[in-house]
């Protein structure tokens, strides 16, 4: 059984950066799709980020293209987020999907495509 953990939330101002760390056990990471989620308060959750399971495929929200990057390393069974230039919208708790397939492009930002779900973690972007 897959397990998932998010950490590397936090404070941070408008344009600062955080990492986010998904980091898994109980299975090999290499055999999942991985996306990246959030939820703001009032809000549903939106699919952020997603990479496929050799690393060669990535997609983006377009409110984070160009900010955001996912990347993974299947040996150390861990998929990262880096955040640079947050915006107060950035604002939420963010989660790490996984799925043992492949998915197609246009299936990555939808949650109900994803089987295992870490527990999240509060981002929080305000000066």
């Known amino acids: 059984q897959l397990q998932l953990v998010e950490s590397g939330g936090g404070l941070v101002q408008p344009g600062g950066s955080l990492r986010l760390s998904c980091a898994a056990s109980?299975?090999?990471?290499?055999?999942?799709?991985i996306g990246w989620f959030r939820q703001a308060p009032g809000k549903e959750r939106e699919g952020v980020s997603c990479i496929s399971r050799s690393g060669g495929n990535t997609n983006y929200a377009y409110s984070v293209k160009g900010r955001f990057t996912i990347s993974r390393d299947n040996a150390g069974n861990t998929v990262l987020l880096q955040m640079n230039s947050l915006k107060p919208e950035d604002t939420g708790v963010y989660y790490c999907a996984a799925v043992r397939r492949s998915l197609l492009s246009r299936q990555c930002a939808f949650a109900d495509e994803y089987d295992y779900w870490g527990q999240g973690t509060q981002v929080t972007v305000s000066s």
């Open positions: 109980g299975d090999n990471l290499g055999y999942y799709a």
